[in-house]
């Protein structure tokens, strides 16, 4: 009887600890986003270009590679050679200017390169030939590299696949939806133009891209933890009289806009990225607390401001964590 005792007494700590435990292992199955750069084409020190870095226990997948994107990760201490999955929206240069920094200082024999496999990238029709060209005029450098320091040449290679619409990279329990989203008048040739769907372990991250208001991304976003979204806004008295303001903020989404997307998707949380903010003196940008209350005209759940170097954390709750400068 006694046995019996002691052995249940066991089972229930063992049991106990279990349990104890099991935070943790939800927090390891959790989605880590870091907003790089939340900015645009202007040379602010503050917001550098467009980039999302999702981390997951199975690897860091970048998005979009912006100016900067070098010196924000590193600011993170992650080597750049851990990067090795990269995810283009458009091809517009404020995304894809940051990618001969990164690819080729990746490669480097430093503490933070070492790159020794390709680098992976994915992006709409026209990635591999941008690439290939970026290849060919970095080729030197390549030859001189590999003769005087010896790197590798396979950590300056890459793998590039043009995509279509629908899931793009599913390994490990981590799946890539590449979807369609509107940058502009069809006359623009902004196009294709992808949000991004990431889905790991029950958890899930909607990331718009560049966009005005979209039917396809309130599709794709159904369900969706966070959702990563751009937005675009300029003063009243700028859009009345600047054709060229117009015209900017035709290619985004406005707060109210996004605000009714946001309503519509109900995440747990909204942030806003890629900060588009139009202003031409003596007529002023509208300020973030502006945006906010724009949005909250069509929508009351929780939205914020994204900032570079922002971390959320996508888990049972979804918690924002500011970087402390």
């Known amino acids: 009887m006694r046995a019996r005792q002691i052995l249940t007494i066991f089972f229930t700590m063992v049991l106990f600890a279990l349990f104890s435990l099991s935070p943790s292992a939800g927090e390891a199955q959790s989605l880590k986003v870091t907003l790089l750069g939340t900015g645009t084409p202007r040379p602010v020190i503050d917001r550098f270009g467009p980039s999302t870095l999702i981390q997951t226990d199975k690897g860091n997948f970048l998005f979009d590679c912006g100016r900067g ?16 999955h ?12 940051g990618i001969p920094d990164f690819w080729l200082t990746s490669w480097l024999p430093t503490n933070y390169g070492r790159r020794k496999v390709p ?12 690439m290939s060209y970026l290849e060919k005029a970095f080729q030197v450098d390549m030859r001189i590299r590999i003769e005087d320091e010896k790197l590798p040449p396979e950590g ?26 509107d940058h502009g008048p069809a006359i623009t040739a902004i196009s294709p133009t992808f949000g991004y769907r990431i889905d790991y372990a029950g958890r899930s991250v909607v990331l718009s891209g560049d966009t005005r208001f979209n039917e396809n991304l309130i599709r794709y976003s159904q369900g969706v933890d966070l959702l990563v979204h751009e937005v675009g806004a ?23 806009e996004a605000g009714k997307i946001f309503d519509r998707v109900k995440p747990k949380l909204a942030v806003y990225t890629h900060i588009v903010l139009v202003a031409d003196p003596p007529v002023g940008a509208p300020t973030t607390e502006e945006i906010i209350a724009s949005t909250k005209k069509t929508y009351s759940g929780p939205v914020e401001i994204g900032e570079d170097l922002m971390v959320i954390e996508v888990g049972d709750v979804v918690k924002v964590r500011r970087h402390s400068r």
């Open 156 to 181: 300056f290679a890459t793998l590039v696949e043009d995509i279509a619409e629908g899931v793009v990279y599913d390994k490990d329990g981590m799946k890539i939806t590449a979807f369609n989203v």
């Open 69 to 84: 994107v070098s010196q924000r990760l590193w600011q993170l201490n992650i080597p750049l050679r851990e990067v090795t």
């Open 234 to 256: 300029a003063k009243e008295e700028l859009l009345r009289k600047s054709e060229a303001a117009r015209r900017i903020i035709g290619h985004h989404t406005t707060p109210e």
């Open 86 to 97: 990269l995810f283009l929206t458009h091809l517009h240069s404020d995304h894809v200017v």
């Open 119 to 130: 680098l992976r990238i994915w992006g709409p029709q026209g990635t591999k030939e941008m």
